[in-house]
């Protein structure tokens, strides 16, 4: 079956250290896997994605993230946290058909 | 430019009741979505539009759930006779590639409480 994992409900770190947001992910074919992240009171916002290529993905707002076929791994990290980084993340899986898989979200709490 | 605008943002309804939900797409997107996001919970699939057909229904978790789409633009998500577990933000996404693995561009939902 396929299904993408968020293991973290929630991250927390300081302000100015590395982030990261893990998820994984379990699929038979070739994934297309994504980021978005959801702002208080406003709709998801597309970060990245990644379809083949290079496994480093850069994406918006400084966010890249990491595609490990091996361990089925696409963590999000940033270098240096900033506070509006704030917000609840989610890591999506794409693997045909019209339909595209959520993980639950992580929370990531950014303190200054 | 404009994004997906969903109508209400808000909507208190008692139990039994029928209600709609709309959803305005970026003008031009091919795809629309419809999710569910229930506090906790991931965001759930419901249905997809590609124009004004649904090739993929199967994530209406009822009948009493159906949706449609007129002029390859604005969707209404329909729910019958509601009940109190209906009660989440109902998402709406556009994309402007028919198909899966595009980049989907969300509404700011709304969200629907049941009595």
């Known amino acids: 079956a396929q299904s993408v994992a968020q293991p973290e409900d929630q991250v927390n770190v300081a302000e100015g250290n590395p982030l990261t947001v893990k998820c994984t992910y379990s699929?038979?074919?070739?994934?297309?896997l994504f980021w978005y992240v959801q702002y208080p009171n406003r709709g998801l916002q597309f970060l990245l994605k990644?379809?083949?290529?290079?496994?480093l993905v850069k994406g918006s707002y400084g966010f890249e993230a990491e595609f490990n076929k091996s361990q089925t791994s696409f963590h999000l990290k940033k270098p240096s946290a900033l506070v509006s980084d704030s917000a609840l993340y989610f890591c999506a899986l794409y693997t045909g058909g019209f339909k595209t898989i959520f993980g639950a979200g992580t929370r990531l709490f950014v303190k200054a | 430019g404009a994004g997906v605008s969903q109508s209400p943002s808000n909507k208190v309804t008692e139990k039994g009741k029928d209600v709609e939900l709309r959803c305005d797409p970026i003008s031009g997107h091919t795809a629309l979505y419809w999710y569910r996001q229930s506090l906790g919970q991931g965001l759930e699939f419901l249905i997809y539009f590609q124009g004004n057909s649904a090739p993929d229904k199967s994530g209406l978790p009822s009948d009493r759930f159906s949706a449609e789409r007129t002029g390859g633009s604005v969707s209404t998500l329909t729910i019958q006779r509601t009940q109190q577990e209906d009660s989440a933000v109902y998402l709406c996404a556009s994309s402007p590639l028919a198909g899966g693995g595009n980049e989907q561009f969300f509404g700011p939902g709304t969200r629907l409480t049941v009595l």
């Open positions: 990644y379809i083949t290529g290079d496994n």
């Open positions: 699929v038979s074919g070739n994934p297309y």
